[in-house]
């Protein structure tokens, strides 16, 4: 990386500018577009010009490079289930941006937090021994769930979760700010992997109605383009999720992702996810389909959800590593910040002193869930008839009743 006072002509209140508005390296300057630097009050159309043609003569980038010089350095990274790395043709892609849309409960965030983990894994394991920085405007990042699939993948949770960078966001112009703070983090702490879940919810709900439909593009075209910079610029992979509307076309709906053609052609990569059936189903089992990609065939594939995120089949195995036995609940305990799997005193006993969060895989959200249903101890869950109870509770399978059954005897 270049520093911004190799750029010739450039002086100390440029680069102040710059950075203020979050271009701290030549590269970046020189990867901007002129119209969006000319913006940056107090620099001009004329300055913003001359900066970012010698950052780029700086850099080499004013040639044609013959092909045969050219080199690939693109690097891929497990998604957590083989038959989607398969049609993503070996996986997550650095470099690019993925795009991953679908119906609510589609399988989208579940896919996040699984490479938020599986881009940590050494090279050999089919990661790349980097770090995550996750933007977060749904308010939906579970920590528990991320240390379930950093034991799925063999992984210490706590140096998982501190590999993980998130920020909650708010409002759009947050949104754009912490992408633009999300460089320094693959700058300084080896992120290799940037997810903006989701890219649209914040934008949809703030600029609503025709009227704002062109200041809404101009922002989402400034998001994706500086999302595609970082990406080539550290070689990280990028990953936006995106809601869906339906759209009628002629006697048929089809479910579209939002955004319209900026996040379309912005995205190297597009996938569709989808549920089987209506939405109230509570099979677990998800679709993926190659909508657009550079090099890769309109292929489509089925994986699962499960509760250590997306995978081949229903149920995920476990490994029993030694450094993997402390609880999960020890770790909220050292960090402070207990939240879903936190016991509470409201939490019924059995005459054990054993409780039903005692069991792994149920959590406090699970358990009230459960408790809806009338299973309120181990003892109600042992008299449970597995096959009733998961057809009436949504996301909660029949083996994985099973499995907290045994767990309970
Ligand atoms: N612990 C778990 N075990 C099994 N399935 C789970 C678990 N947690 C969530 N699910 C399932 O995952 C689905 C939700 O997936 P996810 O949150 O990834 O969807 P999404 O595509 O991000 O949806 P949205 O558009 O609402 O953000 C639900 O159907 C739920 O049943
Ligand atoms: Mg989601």
């Known amino acids: 990386m270049a520093d911004l006072s190799q750029v010739k002509g450039i002086n100390a209140r440029h680069i102040k500018l710059l950075q203020e508005n979050g271009i701290s390296t030549a590269e970046m ?174 934008l949809r709900a703030e600029y609503v109605g025709i009227g704002m439909l062109a200041r809404r593009q101009c922002v989402l075209n400034n998001m994706i383009h500086a999302l595609s910079r970082i990406a080539e610029m550290y070689n990280a992979a990028v990953l936006l999720t995106n809601q869906v509307a339906t759209q009628m076309k002629g006697m048929f709906s089809a479910d579209d992702a939002i955004g319209g053609n900026i996040v379309a052609h912005g995205c190297h990569f597009r996938i569709q996810f989808k549920t089987k059936g209506f939405s109230a189903n509570s099979s677990l089992k998800r679709q993926a389909v190659i909508v657009d990609a550079p090099d890769l065939p309109p292929e489509e594939c089925e994986f699962y959800i499960t509760s250590a995120g997306v995978a081949d089949s229903e149920e995920v195995e476990f490994p029993e590593g030694q450094n993997l036995n402390f609880d999960i609940e020890t770790i909220y305990e050292e960090n402070d910040q207990g939240d879903d799997e936190e016991l509470d005193d409201k939490i ?33 869950l042992l008299d449970a008839d597995p096959k009733e109870l998961s057809a009436k509770i949504s996301g909660i399978s029949n083996s994985m009743i099973l499995e907290w059954q045994n767990q309970a005897k």
């Open 29 to 202: 300057l020189a990867m901007s577009s002129q119209i969006i630097v000319a913006d940056i009050k107090g620099l001009g159309d004329k300055t913003a010009r001359k900066l970012i043609w010698n950052a780029r003569n700086a850099l080499e980038m004013t040639e044609f490079t013959p092909v045969s010089e050219m080199h690939e350095n693109t690097e891929m990274f497990s998604t957590g289930s083989s038959e989607l790395d398969r049609i993503l043709g070996g996986g997550m892609q650095t470099g690019k941006v993925t795009e991953v849309f679908g119906a609510f409960k589609s399988g989208k965030t579940n896919l996040a937090h699984t490479i938020a983990v599986t881009v940590q894994l050494p090279k050999s394991k089919g990661g790349l021994g980097g770090s995550t920085a996750y933007i977060d405007t749904e308010n939906t990042f579970s920590r528990n769930k991320i240390i379930r699939i950093a034991k799925r993948f063999s992984l210490k949770p706590k140096e998982v979760l501190a590999k993980i960078f998130h920020a909650r966001i708010f409002s759009s112009d947050h949104q754009d700010q912490m992408i633009l703070k999300a460089e320094s983090l693959c700058k300084e702490r080896n992120v290799r992997l940037l997810i903006v879940d989701s890219l649209m919810a914040l």
């Open 348 to 380: 019924p006993e059995n005459g054990n002193g054993k409780q039903l969060t005692d069991i792994k895989g149920i959590g406090k959200g699970t358990l009230e869930n459960l408790k809806k249903y009338g299973i309120k101890s181990i003892e109600d």
